[in-house]
């Protein structure tokens, strides 16, 4: 248990579909991430969250939608995705600004996705 | 100069060696170097970490070596085990830089019995 809550654990979805992926944290962090895992490139950033606002998008397509309403959930909003974006979605949490933390960064299970 | 070179892709030991995984970073403004552990299935989850200020750290089996002036650094399981099997993910980031973390490529590590 590392404290980042990923629902669903697995997802298969139609190329017409929508759907989305939920996080939680309970450590009180500031800062949500959304990763994307694959076997082309083991850890890709894709969204950064700073206190509930955006600060980086990390050139993902417009399919992806991300939305924080508040610094413990992230969501990530899938449609019409392709075959080529199956993948494990990662969502992490850290705590930016504490001298002691080091930008630790928490993950969760992940999410696995196959787009069908 | 963001990147962080990791290697070798893949690593297979037999049980009781020391399997040792090297990264390379560019950017002198990291301060912070941690390494990641992911089994399958599992999301990657922090081992071990070091910060600039000291040349060696070590955890039970795991010790970080870190080299300022060569600006590379190492990660070393003694006593290696079947169940150290996972992918091992080095990392840099910067304290002030507000969240950006970079991750280098991951490592394959696979123990034989």
């Known amino acids: 248990e590392t404290g980042v809550t990923q629902t669903p654990r697995h997802l298969v979805m139609g190329m017409t579909n929508k759907k989305s992926l939920k996080c939680e944290q309970h450590?009180?962090?500031?800062?949500m991430y959304w990763y994307k895992q694959s076997a082309k490139k083991p850890l890709e950033l894709m969204f950064v969250?700073?206190?509930?606002?955006?600060?980086e998008n990390n050139s993902v397509p417009s399919r992806f939608s991300p939305e924080c309403p508040n610094s413990s959930h992230l969501f990530l909003h899938l449609h019409t995705l392709q075959p080529e974006d199956s993948a494990l979605y990662l969502c992490?949490?850290?705590?930016?600004?504490?001298?002691?933390?080091?930008?630790?960064?928490?993950f969760g299970e992940g999410s696995w996705l196959t787009v069908v | 100069q963001q990147q962080v070179k990791q290697s070798p892709q893949s690593l297979i030991v037999q049980k009781g060696g020391i399997p040792i995984i090297n990264c390379a970073y560019e950017?002198?403004?990291?301060?912070?170097f941690p390494w990641y552990q992911q089994f399958p299935g599992k999301g990657p989850a922090l081992l071990i970490a070091?910060?600039?200020?000291?040349s060696e750290k070590k955890e039970g089996r795991f010790t970080i070596s870190f080299n300022k002036s060569a600006k590379q650094f190492s990660l070393h399981i003694m006593d290696s085990q079947p169940g150290d099997s996972a992918t091992y993910f080095c990392?840099?980031?910067?304290?002030?830089?507000?969240?950006?973390?970079?991750f280098g490529s991951g490592t394959r590590l696979s123990i034989r019995p």
């Open positions: 070091i910060r600039p200020d000291v």
């Open positions: 950017n002198t403004a990291f301060d912070y």
């Open positions: 992490a949490s850290s705590q930016v600004g504490s001298a002691f933390s080091g930008n630790t960064i928490y």
């Open positions: 450590l009180g962090h500031n800062a």
């Open positions: 990392a840099a980031s910067n304290r002030s830089s507000a969240s950006k973390i970079i």
């Open positions: 969250y700073n206190f509930k606002e955006q600060t």
